[in-house]
């Protein structure tokens, strides 16, 4: 605005001063407001959007977007924002790199797949006298796990013990002996006062009793509620998981036999996601 | 705490500061020898402050702090000028502003606002010269205000300055097509209101009094009075005497043009010319007058002006930047030949009430002598100047109170104004309407454009009498004591020894370098044609170019033309932009054929699903077709291996090139014999 104010003041002072000059002036900034235009639709154009990977999230926090920005072969574009739903991202600059990845953190509200739909990609540079903006839609999509809530384990539910005695190594009970240092071993496993004797890494390893394999029963939560029942099994998940118990999941129609592991909370997690009742 | 008092200043990037303290020094340097000399100090501080706030050495000033440093600066701007208004007052109230919103950017806006700010303070420059050099300049230093304006709008921290700098001078390359077409076709307006332009800047140039002593002064000033271009040939100097102002009034010492005759206006009923005019355009230089200097008799063209009596012509406004009008000049010419009105009579003939009685004497006897004939009194005169011991000197010695006599009987040194003002003094002493006639003679030819170049030291004067049937004659007494000056047309070769070894002639002494001469009339050549196509496009121009265009003038022929000129400009920049890029939104060959393929497959209810890759798809498809499976293998390979491996093969030419378009043909074969 201030811009195309001073123009047209000068503009006005060119005519009444009658100089001819300032007049020019005022018609070299109005072109360039004009070419400023072009400059700022051209700087979003010719840019490859795709999308990239998305990170599943539970319901009330946020699911990470990725998208990846290309540049075109001639020219470099700056300073472009991604707003998404409420998502304003920094500014992203398509000058030395190649291609960049845009990173959108979306408030996933609600269980089940995200389709947030359509992102606007906007950028006023280089002037910041107008803005250039463009709607993409990549159908991308998130899954959103049930927000973990609290809640008491009926105790039965904890049933359906295997049988006693199976040994899981890499447990944490007693002490088993060592071995090698893997490259994937926790640090707190090595056995420094080892490494202090021999210059070698060695990696404790303890032994834990597979006790018990709980069984997380849908027909076992008291809540009334769909969501809520799946937030309770949810928690009771990540409980497990974080105490690395076996643990197994039953919904209606489906049924995960107990596991342990990343793999198998995020099918327990995936299954409860997507989980329809009726 | 005050901290929180301070908003927090928005992380302007370092290339974006560097380009914007470039841009405020650039753009107040041009205005420096007009800006009251605290503003300088204040300049200079307010740069170290806003350096050391960005070191984050200092913080902006307080509020209050900021708020009595205006109310200082408007006031001192006031004290200084005396006003606040006029472009010396205003543009120093500007930049005042300017200055101290350096020391109030907390915001990306506030920074914005200095970058527009810097634009406006930019064009006041053109408030005082229009010249090219000037022109040249003000486009740099726009170049850098908009390249502080892209940096402004960078995020990108790690650019170099020059880059900025590049793209800007990019982007006003590509608006100077649009600006061609504005500065040509955008209808030019005349003033809206008057602004009342009043510049104090000094100009050297004729003066509208003259005591023998100031023409001294004025000769020795080599700075241009004016440019004529001429239709045809340059007419020689014997016809080149430039009128601007008529001396009619004399107190004894100081010849005066305040005068009335220039207040009647001339009656075109006395006025009698023949022959064939001659035409030139005058590039007339600011003076601070009115005056328009043209060859008698002239008519004006392409600037408002009035005519007197004594047909000198008048700008409707002090001329106070360049301007040009297009002149008729009938050197054959007669006016009031049949008399003089009365009371202009009286002036014409009015002498000082006492002194100088022996030049009245002289004059007297002189016209006896000649039978009352005034041209054979002039042409007495003229023998007396010629005859005897007089000397043309630009040193004149001084001369008592009756200054005519001491330089007829004493001195007889002089200049042109000495021997114009004894041969009025006398031909009035005899009762002959007179008056001396300032103005410029001659002129130096530029040596490559066919225009004339008139100089201060031109400057000259000379006379008119009046003759009973012929009207007013033009006599040129100095032609008589050193009439190769008349000849050559240029004071230069009529300079003593003495008075150039004594004088500094700035100006004369650059023209003895030949080299320096000869780079002085290139660069004159080029500010000529500046000023005559550009500075000097105006409404009148502009109409011949419409009319040219056109045909026939009306709005809406020019809305039209403007339109359809700028429409055609921005659309061809538009195109050019964005067809320079690769379009690589464009399906391929192979991509093309592979849809083919999923559109084959969706038909019988198989979709790809949302970011299942082309094998695993291929591999759950060959589950439900197994006895398609070989086909489906081979078509999903071929894609893959087009779409994934061929990147390599992009760089070599020709035969992986032809392998590729093989492999497509393939791809196409074998989706069309699929048949599900």
Redesign the interface.
């Known amino acids: 605005m201030?811009?195309l104010l001073?123009t047209f003041?000068?503009f006005?002072?060119g005519?009444?001063?009658?100089?001819?000059?300032?007049?020019?002036?005022?018609?070299?900034?109005?072109?360039?407001f004009?070419?400023?235009i072009?400059?700022t639709?051209?700087n979003l154009?010719?840019m490859?959007i795709s999308a990239g990977h998305t990170e599943p999230a539970f319901a009330g926090s946020e699911a990470k977007f990725v998208l990846h920005l290309e540049k075109?072969?001639?020219?470099d574009h700056?300073?472009i924002y991604c707003s998404w739903h409420g998502f304003k991202s920094?500014?992203h600059?398509l000058?030395?790199d190649h291609e960049v990845a845009v990173t959108c953190l979306l408030a996933a509200k609600k269980r089940g797949w995200y389709r947030p739909g359509r992102f606007k990609l906007d950028s006023?540079?280089?002037?910041?006298l107008c803005r250039a903006w463009t709607w993409v839609d990549l159908?991308m999509?998130a899954l959103v796990y049930p927000q973990p809530i609290e809640c008491e384990l009926n105790m039965s539910s904890v049933s359906d013990r295997e049988q006693e005695g199976a040994v899981a190594t890499d447990g944490h009970d007693d002490f088993a002996g060592l071995r090698t240092y893997n490259s994937s071993d926790s640090l707190k496993t090595v056995d420094w006062k080892a490494f202090a004797r021999r210059n070698v890494l060695y990696t404790k390893q303890f032994q834990g009793y597979q006790a018990k394999s709980s069984w997380l029963k849908w027909s076992e939560m008291h809540a009334s509620d769909t969501e809520i029942r799946l937030s309770g099994l949810c928690y009771w998940v990540l409980q497990f998981s974080k105490t690395n118990e076996p643990y197994g999941l039953e919904l209606p129609g489906v049924s995960i036999s107990p596991g342990i592991g990343k793999q198998h909370e995020e099918a327990c997690l995936t299954a409860l996601a997507e989980f329809d009742y009726g | 705490m005050a901290e929180s008092r301070h908003p927090p200043i928005f992380p302007m990037p370092r290339t974006a500061f560097v380009l914007l303290i470039v841009s405020v020094t650039l753009t107040v340097v041009p205005h420096i020898q007009r800006l009251p000399p605290w503003l300088l100090a204040v300049f200079g501080v307010v740069l170290v402050w806003r350096i050391q706030v960005f070191r984050q050495r200092l913080r902006f000033p307080p509020k209050w702090a900021r708020l009595f440093m205006v109310c200082g600066g408007i006031l001192g701007v006031l004290v200084y000028h005396g006003t606040v208004f006029g472009?010396d007052a205003g543009v120093a109230l500007l930049i005042t502003a300017y200055l101290f919103k350096q020391l109030e950017m907390y915001t990306r806006r506030d920074a914005?606002?200095v970058v527009?700010?810097s634009?406006?303070v930019?064009?006041?420059e053109?408030?005082f010269s229009?010249a090219l050099l000037t022109?040249i300049y003000?486009f740099a230093v726009?170049v850098v205000i908009?390249a502080t304006?892209?940096a402004?709008?960078?995020?990108?921290t790690?650019?170099a300055v020059w880059r900025p700098l590049k793209?800007a001078l990019v982007?006003?390359l590509?608006?100077?097509p649009?600006?061609l077409v504005?500065?040509f076709l955008?209808p030019?307006?005349?003033?809206?209101?008057?602004?009342g332009?009043k510049s104090t800047i000094a100009r050297t140039g004729l003066s509208d009094r003259m005591t023998p002593g100031d023409v001294a002064k004025l000769s020795q000033s080599a700075k241009l009075a004016f440019r004529v271009e001429f239709e045809g040939e340059i007419p020689p100097p014997r016809d080149r005497y430039w009128r601007a102002l008529i001396f009619d009034r004399f107190d004894g010492q100081t010849w005066s043009a305040q005068g009335d005759s220039s207040n009647i206006p001339y009656n075109p009923g006395y006025l009698k010319v023949a022959g064939e005019p001659m035409k030139y355009r005058v590039f007339l230089e600011p003076t601070g007058n009115n005056w328009l200097p043209a060859i008698s008799w002239s008519e004006l063209n392409g600037i408002k002006h009035r005519t007197s009596n004594s047909l000198v012509h008048y700008a409707s406004s002090v001329v106070d930047?360049p301007v040009s009008y297009q002149v008729e000049s009938y050197l054959n010419y007669q006016y009031e030949m049949m008399g003089v009105p009365r009371d202009l009579w009286r002036l014409y003939t009015t002498l000082p009430p006492m002194g100088n009685q022996r030049s009245i004497e002289l004059g007297r006897d002189l016209y006896r002598n000649s039978g009352g004939d005034p041209e054979a009194m002039a042409a007495a005169m003229m023998r007396m100047f010629a005859e005897e011991e007089f000397v043309y000197t630009l040193a004149p010695p001084k001369l008592g109170s009756d200054s005519i006599d001491g330089f007829l009987f004493n001195t007889q040194k002089g200049f042109c104004a000495h021997y114009a003002g004894a041969f009025v003094f006398m031909m009035r002493a005899a009762g002959i309407p007179a008056r001396m006639i300032g103005g410029y003679q001659g002129g130096e030819a530029h040596p490559i454009g066919n225009y004339l170049l008139i100089h201060q030291y031109d400057a000259h004067a000379w006379v008119e009498f009046w003759v009973n049937g012929k009207g007013w004659v033009r006599e040129d007494p100095t032609a008589a004591i050193a009439p190769h000056r008349i000849e050559l047309g240029s004071l230069r070769e009529s300079l003593d020894e003495m008075s150039l070894l004594n004088s500094p002639f700035s100006g004369l002494d650059l023209r003895n370098l030949p080299l320096m001469g000869e780079l002085r009339m290139m660069f004159d050549y080029v500010d000529y044609l500046w000023f005559k196509n550009?500075?000097?496009?105006?409404s009148g121009a502009q109409t011949k170019l419409f009319q040219q265009l056109l045909g026939k003038v009306t709005p809406q022929g020019i809305a039209l033309l403007l339109a359809a000129c700028g429409g055609a400009v921005?659309l061809v920049?538009?195109l050019w932009?964005?067809l320079?890029?690769?379009r690589?939104?464009k399906l391929d060959a192979a991509d093309k054929q592979y849809l083919r393929f999923l559109h084959k497959l969706e038909k019988m209810g198989i979709q790809r699903e949302?970011g299942e890759g082309v094998l695993s798809f291929s591999a759950r498809v060959q589950r439900i077709y197994p006895e398609h499976s070989e086909i489906i293998l081979s078509i999903s390979e071929l894609y893959s291996s087009i779409k994934y491996s061929d990147k390599p093969e992009n760089t070599k030419q020709g035969k992986n090139l032809s392998g590729k378009s093989d492999s497509i043909a393939s791809l196409k074969q074998a989706i069309t014999k699929l048949k599900l």
Not at chain 2, 534 to 538: I, K, Y
Request: charged content about 10%; glycine content about 6%.
């Open positions: 201030g811009y001073t003041l000068l006005i002072a005519v009444n001063y009658d100089n001819s000059m300032i007049l020019n002036f005022s018609f070299f900034l109005g072109s360039l004009v070419v400023s072009l400059q639709f051209s154009s010719g490859v075109s072969r001639r020219k700056h300073s920094k500014a600059n000058t030395s006023v540079y280089p002037f910041g159908d999509a | 472009p914005f606002l527009i700010l634009f406006f930019l064009a006041t053109f408030l229009t022109s003000v726009m908009t304006l892209i402004l709008n960078m995020t990108d790690s650019i793209t982007t006003i590509q608006a100077v649009l600006l504005f500065f955008f030019r307006i005349g003033p809206i209101w008057d602004l332009m930047k550009v500075v000097s496009f105006d921005v920049l538009g932009m964005l320079t890029q690769k690589l939104q949302l």
